[in-house]
């Protein structure tokens, strides 16, 4: 079960990952994501659903290795198994013809990114998406991207790729041009999806992020996941993952993610130095 | 009966015995069990207490009627299987609820030796028979189950509920398949209820014995999402569903402050330690540092007391549990405060927060109370608490817990064959526990709202006779 069929270095650190899931493959809905622990010892990891294949009975995640148990994910090779997966979890995006809809991803926001807009596309929305990387290095998805997009554009905030500077740049760059946009989506790291919002509210654009607080159970069962959205306290996992972005708190949701930044840092210090024990002790 | 060898007064002249306990400040250093359970020699003295009343109003006080009598003689006659068979009759998990049932409020508050000074030490009694038959009862053959009936039942969620509906709709001769949405099957007896005091093995034996007896346990299955209700009939041939979800879904209080980082729920917090072991040093998910801290409880169920017993555990300097009530509207197991107070959990009543205190980062530094007292009777019997005007206080605090219950599981919500109640539980026919929809069924937390481990199963044991009405007329 949940075997890995396809694995892809796609990026430094970053994974394409195709896991046979037939049953979340059939129900998936754009915007949701899955729960999956690498190994039984592992965290359970929340990820999002870039695409499915239902024939195949596949789905396809990608996975920044930035944790110990992201890591363990992305050690796992292609014909092992993970041993947890559970899904598709969270509320499908809204899908409508709102007419021209701007996507905006950043690092593995992408995936995201990529599934929402593909069912927009397919709901016959004009298509702008911008994707912004760190560099060229880090690039992903351009050739999935492009086929769904009516117009599309790279960033990279050195310029080695694309056009140069950050994602927020090139929205500004939308509306100076006079595009009429009718909607956005943003999906990446949390500063970028707060600049975002900053700017589209300006110009009262509704707009959606697709946020991604520290998970643990997943299922709505822990309030690990809780957000301040209108003032009000959701749960990410099953009240979203996606809100509107003008009545998230980014402030909050900011501090808790990096809640456990030292313990995490602690921890994995401590695994890396007993597997470093352990392979000089295996050297002997 | 007559396995009793000593004459009803001598009887009552022996002293109630308690429970072997590891010593406070040694068992507030480690996660491992606190009670150590009956001896024989003790279980035998307790056992000959027991005045084997004709009209037993122990099992009336039971809400499964276990037939204590009968079990207890069964240890006074040196038959354990034969005692813990006494228990299986009536209630599938006696290891579980000789540790955790409220016999205060249950059994033992109807054991006629009460009234008049200490009843008999009914659930340790039950955990003894448990416990030391758990060998002979996994060794022995099952018994021959009835001729399969060719008919499928889906049990969704796998806590007690599920459980006992499962035990009894295999010996029905059902064809049964338990799903559950995490990756541990137990419900709250594995993500809920600490190691310390019920041991993750003794839920993982209980689920094995199901197994062998030819129960389908399916994890990492949500329904709802991975699978709906109607899939469940339509694709997957169910021919009847039973619904145990549970009341999973924490509270908040809903005050200032609430989203600041030190504050947990207790499901966050016992999920972390218990279900994703974060209590061992060697597990990889992350907590809060509780080492030399200072820890507030909100709420005073079993729940808020696992939260404020973990946090010692977890190397808390001090751990107050706050309740706007008194000590008697306490609804935790009354074993539980008592060991709380041996271990050093502090107690304030009468105090409810108003707010949390930010440290100028958006880490929690204390919280503003206010006095209460208690006023008229509200709904639930119990005296209000009202607030006492200029009584507001401070409490410098590094972390908090917000223990004051759950609502019930949300996962269901969606689907429109199903009704619930304002409160968010699911609508039932009394009786048969049919949802609104056909063939569909429900029992546990997720109708009753969070209650106890005993009334689940007995609503899981409810609904498996309803199903099997169900199916023998398909
Ligand atoms: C709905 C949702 C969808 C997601 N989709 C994807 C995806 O498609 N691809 C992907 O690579 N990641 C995705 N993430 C993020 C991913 O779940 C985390 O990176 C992962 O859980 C980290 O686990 P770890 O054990 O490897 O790292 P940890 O050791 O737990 O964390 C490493 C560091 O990252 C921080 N961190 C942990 N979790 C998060 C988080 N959720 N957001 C920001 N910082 C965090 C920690 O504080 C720590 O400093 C998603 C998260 C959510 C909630
Ligand atoms: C910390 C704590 C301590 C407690 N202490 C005691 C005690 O000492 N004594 C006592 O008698 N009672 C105690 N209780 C209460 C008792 O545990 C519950 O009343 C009892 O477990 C309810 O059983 P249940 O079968 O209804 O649901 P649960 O035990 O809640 O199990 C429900 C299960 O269903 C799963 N689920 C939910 N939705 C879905 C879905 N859509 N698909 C698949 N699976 C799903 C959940 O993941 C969960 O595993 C305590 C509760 C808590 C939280
Ligand atoms: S009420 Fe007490 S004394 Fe009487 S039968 Fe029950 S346990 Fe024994
Ligand atoms: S992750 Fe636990 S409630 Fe959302």
Request: charged content about 20%; hydrophobic content about 30%; proline content about 8%.
């Given at each position: 079960m949940f075997e890995i069929i396809n694995k892809t270095k796609i990026a430094p650190d970053v994974y394409r990952l195709e896991i046979a899931a037939p049953l979340i493959a059939k129900k998936f809905k754009a915007g949701q994501f899955i729960v999956l622990r690498p190994l039984d010892t592992s965290e359970r990891v929340p990820l999002t659903i870039m695409k499915t294949d239902p024939q195949a009975g596949t789905i396809t995640l990608i996975v920044k290795a930035i944790g110990l148990s992201t890591r363990q994910l992305c050690t796992l090779e292609k014909g092992q198994a993970v041993a947890d997966l559970l899904g598709p979890l969270g509320k499908p995006s809204e899908i409508e013809k709102y007419g021209t809809v701007v996507i905006v991803g950043g690092g593995v926001g992408t995936a995201v990114a990529f599934a929402v807009a593909q069912s927009l596309k397919e709901a016959g929305n004009r298509i702008i998406t911008i994707s912004g990387s760190r560099d060229k290095s880090f690039v992903i998805l351009e050739d999935d991207l492009r086929e769904i997009s009516d117009e599309l554009i790279m960033a990279t905030d050195d310029g080695s790729y694309g056009v140069k500077g950050f994602v927020t740049e090139y929205l500004k760059g939308l509306y100076a041009r006079g595009e009429k946009i009718d909607r956005v989506i943003a999906a990446g790291p949390l500063p970028m999806m707060r600049f975002i919002s900053d700017i589209t509210r300006e110009h009262k654009t509704p707009t959606v992020v697709s946020l991604n607080p520290i998970m643990v159970d997943g299922i709505g069962m822990c309030g690990g996941c809780r957000a301040l959205v209108g003032g009000k306290i959701v749960f990410v996992c099953v009240d979203g993952p996606e809100f509107d972005a003008h009545q998230v708190d980014f402030d909050s949701l900011m501090r808790r993610n990096n809640a456990y930044r030292g313990i995490e840092q602690e921890k994995e210090h401590a695994c890396k130095l007993e597997a470093e024990i352990e392979a000089v002790q295996h050297d002997q | 009966m007559t396995n009793n060898p000593l004459p009803l007064k001598e009887r009552m002249q022996i002293q109630r015995h308690s429970m072997p306990a590891q010593l406070p400040q040694e068992r507030v250093e480690n996660f491992n069990e606190v009670n150590q359970g009956f001896s024989l020699e003790l279980a035998r003295e307790e056992a000959q207490?027991?005045?084997?009343?004709?009209?037993a109003p122990c099992s009336q006080g039971c809400p499964v009627h276990v037939h204590i009598p009968d079990f207890i003689d069964q240890i006074l006659a040196d038959n354990m299987l034969g005692a813990a068979d006494a228990i299986l009759q009536d209630n599938l998990l006696p290891a579980v609820c000789g540790r955790v049932c409220p016999q205060e409020k249950f059994c033992e508050s109807q054991c006629i030796l009460g009234k008049k000074g200490q009843s008999v030490a009914i659930g340790s009694l039950e955990r003894f028979t448990a416990d030391s038959t758990a060998a002979d009862r996994a060794a022995r053959p099952q018994g021959e189950l009835p001729a399969p009936t060719g008919k499928k039942v889906a049990l969704i969620g796998s806590g007690p509920s599920s459980l006992a509906c499962a035990g009894d709709l295999i010996r029905f001769g059902h064809a049964v398949t338990v799903y559950e949405?995490?990756?541990?099957?137990?419900?709250v007896l594995i993500y809920g209820i600490p190691e310390f005091r019920l041991p993750k093995s003794i839920v993982a034996y209980e689920v094995d014995v199901l197994r062998r007896l030819g129960v389908k346990f399916e994890k990492n299955v949500v329904i709802g999402k991975t699978l709906t209700l109607n899939e469940l009939f339509d694709d997957q041939g169910y021919d009847a569903v039973f619904i145990g979800a549970g009341a999973g879904l924490p509270n908040f209080l809903g005050i200032p402050g609430e989203e600041l980082i030190g504050i947990y729920s207790s499901n966050e917090l016992l999920t972390r330690v218990n279900l994703m072991k974060a209590y061992q040093k060697e597990a990889i998910t992350p907590i809060f540092d509780f080492k030399d801290k200072v820890v507030a409880v909100f709420g005073a169920g079993n729940t808020a007391l696992d939260s404020a017993r973990t946090a010692l555990r977890l190397g808390a300097k001090d751990v107050h549990i706050i309740y706007r009530r008194s000590e008697e509207e306490m609804p935790a197991r009354h074993e539980e405060v008592e060991h709380a107070k041996e271990e050093g959990v502090q107690f304030t009543f009468l105090a409810a927060p108003l707010e949390f205190l930010d440290n100028?980062?958006?880490?929690l530094k204390g919280v503003r109370l206010q006095r209460m007292q208690l006023g008229e009777p509200d709904a639930s019997g119990r005296r209000r608490p009202l607030p006492v005007e200029g009584s507001e206080f401070t409490l410098d605090l590094d972390l908090a817990v917000i223990a004051i219950g759950n609502g019930s599981?949300?996962?269901?919500?969606?689907?429109?064959?199903l009704q619930f109640t304002r409160r968010g539980t699911l609508e039932v026919?009394?009786?048969?526990?049919?949802?609104?929809?056909?063939g569909v069924y429900a029992g546990g937390d997720i109708v009753t709202g969070g209650a106890t481990v005993i009334s689940a199963m007995g609503a899981g044991r409810q609904a498996a006779q309803s199903i099997h009405d169900y199916l023998s007329q398909l």
């Open positions: - | 207490r027991c005045l084997q009343c004709k009209d949405a995490l990756h541990a099957f137990g419900g100028g980062e958006g880490w599981n949300p996962l269901l919500r969606d689907a429109p064959e026919n009394p009786q048969s526990l049919q949802t609104a929809k056909q």
